[in-house]
């Protein structure tokens, strides 16, 4: 058996795909529709390719939260940000 505390952080698997696309098949299941069909096809498709890149969700929206911030990233707040004044 491979129940073990160190596999607690394990995402939650619903056959091939991470249990989060299941709310869209959950969705369509509730709501049968075409365009329901194609939104859940959407989102597996999305964690398919996200898992075949070997990234998680969660890694996912990390790197895309890092691409849309560039590469400078100071650690404080622009406007927070202190200048150096001569008052002489």
């Known amino acids: 058996m491979d129940n073990h505390w ?6 939650a698997r619903f056959f091939a795909l ?3 696309a299941f709310t869209a098949i959950f969705l369509f299941l509730v709501h049968a529709r075409l365009w329901t069909f194609l939104f859940a096809l959407f989102v597996m498709l999305v964690f398919w390719g996200l898992e075949r890149r070997g990234l998680t969700f969660e890694a996912a929206l990390r790197a895309m939260r890092s691409w849309f911030l560039g590469r400078r990233r100071p650690a ?3 406007t927070r940000r202190r200048f150096w004044v001569d008052f002489g």
């Not at 160190?6 to 995402?11: A, H």
């Open 76 to 78: 404080t707040v622009g």
């Open 18 to 20: 991470d249990a989060r």
């Open 6 to 11: 160190r596999n607690s952080q394990k995402p």
